[in-house]
């Protein structure tokens, strides 16, 4: 199964690669970020301390993390000593953003800082400016945030680091991703599926993932679970979870220095050895599986750190997590903190200037190898467009509306086999879900691709290879974190997902929502591919597995976040799915959710028809309508393929129940169109609302989610008080399709009952409409009680007007 | 570390508990519930099979899972053996709760599921309608679910089992809980982090749990993870996670039922050794952490099912998932069917009314002791009240409203210190957080209780005890999932949380509130307490953290859920939290969310106000008010603490302003009094609306969270139109707390801008109001951008009013 055995390394590594000199400088540069570190959480003035310290020199406020900061300094110069040896193009994922200090420590050092930002100059006065900016009003977040070089990870939320590290590896095979995982972070649910990763990533195809243990030992106020836990188990852990783990461990850093050295030698080599072999297998052969190396560093909390404060101590525990000394009108604090800095050393360090002096700027890689100036972790600038098929060619043809039925996700699928087929040799698109590729009806992408699989393969699977380009794995997060790993990298994806099941990413989805928000206002991050969600199997259409599976409300919380971010897709059929899709892979910088139903239903829109419907957004349905293009007596409006149908199925009740009502029927694809102008770069113009609502007539809404939503979205429109929306309320249960509806007011009856009662000149109808309806419903229940399944009459339906 | 060494069972177990009569009937008995199962899925008519099969006596509809269910039987079948011979007050949490059929066919055979479900008789007309009720409408979903007897999982949204089974154990010395994961579950975050759970069960203290992995080898349409690693990398991963792994594999069913057989002895003996060692050691040390057993039960999924379907291999593949034959136009399938049903040989197992042979029936424990009727799983039933402290006794005492600055929720603290220590001899409450505990300034619990901790202990450590009631754990998944199994059994808690990163568990809030809507409708489901959260750390005062730690929205997600399920709280000082939270620890069988700022904030009322001001849940601040109780021309509403300060900093700016104008200040402390009535239980009537926000006057609403969520509540109210809110607009930084509120413009600036736009009378001011709002902006920003800090009228206002 593996390409050779796992290397039992429990032992530190002990070789010595560094000779005395080179241990002296790399710990040089390591003390000068340290002294940038705590330079940056506490002084906001005398950066070179060349007065003794005072109160003044001292910011006022103290924010920041400092217990994270020196083992990630630490293992940033030994990442430099390896590019610069071996040449590498590496970049670094750090779980512990808050961290971030030290990252902008490192980034200033080795220039990729002051190229991005002018005027923090590496001389006294940027120094200065570099100090102050931190955590400051209008400066610098506190965590390594999209303002950080080199940087495609926050790191806030913990959990997240180690599949975005592996997104960033795939198709990338030159690229070797170091990560620095928390032993916090580690705790988290994410993180802990995310070791799995090492099951999908192709040694001859992919680049390579150097997962870092940063085991410090505690957390805000807690030791950490795998600081406590013995060697042997630790050990175990991962080696079930499939790497060869290195242990570095120390308190002395010339000792830890050799050993990590020797251990990130030994494991580029061993990355080497096992790219080597699955790249130039003679037989032919697919690579197997191999067992990649992993680093577990384990150094105190807040090493080099005042060891004792007020008595407690300090470095090597939970209090060094975040500002060690904070009461500064105790002056023996100013001196401790003065002691700390001068720790550092540093005028050996820094010359006059305050410019790192040469023998130790010569220590970081040059240019693009500079972690902070890795091209790959400012994607967009490596960002190539897709290529595209031509979405009408893969149009459902119908002569009419509703003149078939198929499953419209199906048609999409053979639209992104050709997008997958396209750009097979670009090597930048994949398609990410858990376990549901075939379930959401997108397998015809399996006839030019496989889904990626590097453990065992037996003679009954079907479509697993380490080839494959489609990503399955029954976790939200990791599907979410490896497409925003090859997102930010510069690659283009789609996430297909159980609508209800979205969920699960809620908070992965913000924070990469903020990321986005925030990279619109950095002049050097370019654009990368929109975030893609496709939502199948949604809440309409999962009678079948019950009440669980049954929650439309991501769109709610997709709403929450900046307009300039968010858009939500809900075409009603299979060609206004294909165009909302076409546009979602050429557009950039948003977070596009699109929800599309996976069972057969009826299709309205010719290709043409649908490509304009989707341009505009929201429009009249003309030969659904019995208006005759001016002044209906009732708006029915729908946004989604179910309340589509029941809508459309709601108009030729009326038909009936009211031959000479005048019905405008308005289809809503992209809901951002509802918002007040100025809040949603797509919402309609005032007049153009008006024009397709009306300002004074019943609007009977069918909603796909929650109806909150509408509101929430149209509050401020001029008729939005005769706004009457339907959508889930939050009843199912395993039922049929149609019950679905029924349950929640949603059903075409209902729908047409609303239009009557809010129609004054038909209030003579009214009673006998709803004496009907209540009959209707108890034939409905009767005869799904008795037969299982829906009433032929619902069960069959067709459009017949027009 | 550990009590003993661990034991390496790699090889099957092979010992033999069974005698051949025994291990006959235990698969009879099997045979009944795959039997039973295989009908739910199929037959709505012919349950015995007394005539041939035919198309009409299959469901038109076919729904259900087949893949998992025999894999479950077979275990439960064990678990019963074990229960009898040792007495045992057993549980089971099952992970793929999709396998529905199998609980509801076991609960059936021993009798539970008639005793609640009286219509469901043990004979043929009641296995007819058992078959009948499955998955249809108005009948019983198809996952395990509230409607099951013995469950509290429903196993829907995977990933959740083991939690659960750990919250089920904690605090329940003599209970087992069985809990059955999926390995397809085995592969989300939420599981993965899971099995750490073990590192916070005290066995002196604690129930057991006993992980079974029903390794199946397969997902929807994939294989799994675990399925496809090496035996050895399995033992290592479990042995890692601190388990000893118990591997039970074959096809077989008789040498699968020894082994099985053998594996729980020994797992048994195990658990009570372990209990055994930790519940009578001599020496009065604290229990040492176990290496508990753990089940790896390797089966073919869909086992006994079709072997070969038209051609394809079914049994031991993914294809086994679902319905494995479906096609019954084709008579063939129909004798399939017929065949795959015989081949249990019913005729065997049940008489000829249908009732389970004596022989086998006397298989099932008895009473309480079936699983399905064990009273943890109706955890209502055991439920004790808490003894609540008087929290009038830890109210802060103020002269006046704004009379002195407290941090609430460390007033919280004291009082949670005073729940813990009146409940803790009774053991049925525990505090959950991730590592917040005393970020959020609750550390006084620590006076009276530990965190709970059964790793490594060293000197250096503060509050870690394996006698500990507080569970910290860097994984929100792990704090929700252990308190939801704990409220499900019957006990109390709460959880606290950073705001923005309690979106992490959105789907599992979910499920919960899913599950309690449900059970309203279940009478022998008896109310089990609240689920409360306590989101503290919130958005307005994470202006040091920066943007990944600002977000509001879990209130709008909350918001969607039924209405008389959730409770959203906004206390603005200490009293109105203390009042809040007794009032929600006192409830039951909702989730109550209450936000609550940690920083030093002005207190504004004293205990009996505030107590009366919550149980009204909004209201008049007649104190802060200048008309004088009647005819306002703007209200000042605020909802939340942070937007009530600047609320009541806003009316004392007006008086600057424009002295004359008559404000009332309105405050909300329960949101859902917004909602319309008849939408939620807690809405405000119409009249009452109108006292307070009037019909035709501006509101200034300033709130906690995003605007739309108070848009959204409110926007049937008569004055709807007039209502401005202001709140949470998706802007943050790394930056002051005053800042904070500027970028979102809800600083008491703007608010008092607001107030004299909106009012006629005093448009002569508004220029200049305007230019003086513009020149205080100005100068708040140069302010801090100079001095890194609030500007002093900000960062010293006091309320002066009154």
């Not at 820094?350 to 700027?361: Q, S, T």
């Not at 790993?485 to 929502?513: K, P, V, W």
Request: aromatic residues 10%; proline residues 7%.
């Amino acid at each position: 199964m593996f390409t050779d055995d796992p290397v039992r390394a429990a032992k530190p590594a002990t070789s010595m690669p560094l000779s005395e000199e080179l241990l002296w400088r790399m710990d040089a540069y390591w003390r000068a970020a340290n002294y940038l570190t705590v330079g940056q959480i506490y002084l906001q003035d005398n950066p070179l301390l060349e007065v003794p310290l005072e109160r003044r020199h001292i910011k006022p406020r103290l924010l920041g993390h400092w217990g994270t900061t020196t083992g990630l300094n630490f293992i940033y110069v030994h990442l430099n000593r390896l590019i610069k040896a071996h040449d590498l193009d590496m970049i670094y994922v750090i779980g512990p953003g808050h961290g971030g200090p030290g990252l902008v420590a490192q980034a200033y050092l080795e220039g990729s800082y002051t190229e991005v930002y002018p005027d923090i100059e590496r001389d006294r006065h940027g120094m200065r400016r570099l100090f102050r900016q931190f955590s400051w009003p209008y400066g610098v977040p506190s965590h390594v945030a999209p303002e950080t070089p080199g940087s495609i990870h926050e790191g806030g939320e913990l959990g997240y680091s180690l599949a975005h590290a592996y997104g960033a590896a795939f198709d990338n095979p030159d690229l070797i991703v170091a990560c620095i995982v928390g032993d916090g972070e580690a705790e988290t649910g994410a993180l802990a599926t995310s070791w799995h990763s090492n099951k999908f990533l192709n040694p001859a195809r992919d680049g390579a993932v150097l997962p870092i243990l940063h085991l410090n030992g505690y957390k805000i106020a807690n030791p950490t679970l795998l600081a406590r836990i013995t060697p042997d188990e630790l050990g175990e852990l991962f080696r079930g979870y499939g790497y060869e783990p290195l242990f570095v461990e120390g308190d002395d850093p010339a000792q830890v220095h050799r050993q990590l050295a020797a251990a990130l030698d030994k494991a580029l080599a061993r990355i080497h050895g096992i790219q080597q072999a699955a790249r130039h297998a003679t037989d032919g052969q697919a690579p197997a599986r191999a067992r990649w190396p992993m680093i577990v560093f384990r150094t105190p909390k807040g090493w080099t750190g005042p060891k004792v404060v007020d008595g407690l101590p300090v470095e090597g525990t939970w209090r060094a997590h975040q500002v060690p000394l904070k009461d500064f009108d105790d002056p023996a604090h100013v001196r401790l903190l003065e002691d700390w800095l001068l720790s550092y050393r540093p005028h050996e360090l820094f010359d006059a200037d305050g410019r790192l002096r040469p023998e130790l700027a010569e220590l970081a890689p040059t240019g693009r190898r500079r972690m902070g100036a890795n091209p790959h972790a400012n994607g967009g600038v490596l960002l190539q467009p897709l290529t595209l098929p031509h979405f009408r060619d893969h149009a459902v043809r119908l002569a009419a509306p509703g003149g078939l039925e198929v499953e419209s996700t199906r048609v999409l699928g053979r639209y992104l086999r050709e997008v997958m087929r396209l750009n097979a040799q670009a090597g930048n698109f994949r398609l990410f879900g858990p376990d549901e590729t075939a379930s959401n009806r997108l397998q015809d992408v399996f006839e030019v691709t496989s889904k990626a699989w590097m453990a065992t393969i037996e003679p009954v699977d079907e479509h697993l290879s380490p080839q494959g380009r489609v990503m399955e794995v029954l976790s939200e997060h990791l599907c979410q974190g490896w497409l925003e790993g090859y997102l930010l990298t510069g690659r283009h994806g789609l996430f297909s997902c159980y609508e209800a099941f979205i969920h699960i990413i809620d908070s992965m989805f913000n924070q990469h929502a903020k990321w986005l928000k925030t990279t619109r206002h950095i002049p050097w991050r370019a654009p990368i591919a929109s975030l893609n969600y496709l939502l199948s199997s949604h809440v309409w259409r999962q009678d079948h597995n019950g009440f669980s599976h049954q929650d439309p409300g991501f769109l709610d919380h997709v709403a929450n976040k900046k307009a300039d971010v968010v858009r939500i897709y809900l075409p009603p059929d299979a060609n206004c799915l294909l165009s909302v899709a076409d546009h979602c892979l050429r557009s950039r910088n948003y977070v596009n959710v699109i929800v599309a139903g996976k069972q057969p239903e009826w299709q309205w829109l010719d290709i043409d028809a649908a490509a304009r419907h989707c341009s505009t957004g929201a429009g009249v349905w003309t030969w659904a309508s019995t208006d005759e293009g001016r002044d209906p007596e009732v708006v029915m409006a729908c946004a989604g393929d179910v309340p589509t149908l029941e809508t459309l199925a709601a108009v030729t009740l009326l038909r009936e129940y009211a031959p000479d009502l005048r019905v405008r029927v308005v289809n809503v694809v992209d809901l951002m169109v509802l918002q007040p102008p100025g809040e949603h770069p797509h919402a309609l113009s005032d007049v153009d609302f008006d024009e397709l609502f009306t300002r004074d007539k019943p609007v009977i809404f069918a909603f796909h989610g929650y109806p909150g939503l509408i509101h929430r979205l149209a509050y401020r429109r001029h008729n939005h008080d005769n706004f009457h929306v339907r959508g889930y309320r939050e009843e199912g249960t395993t039922t049929t399709p149609f019950d679905m509806t029924v349950m929640n007011n949603l059903d075409r009856y209902q729908l047409a009952l609303d239009a009557i009662l809010r129609v004054p000149r038909l209030s003579a109808l009214a009673s006998d409409a709803t004496d009907r309806y209540w009959a209707t419903m108890e034939r409905h229940r009767l005869y799904i009680s008795e037969h299982g399944e829906d009433l032929p009459e619902v069960a069959q339906w067709r459009w017949t007007m027009g």
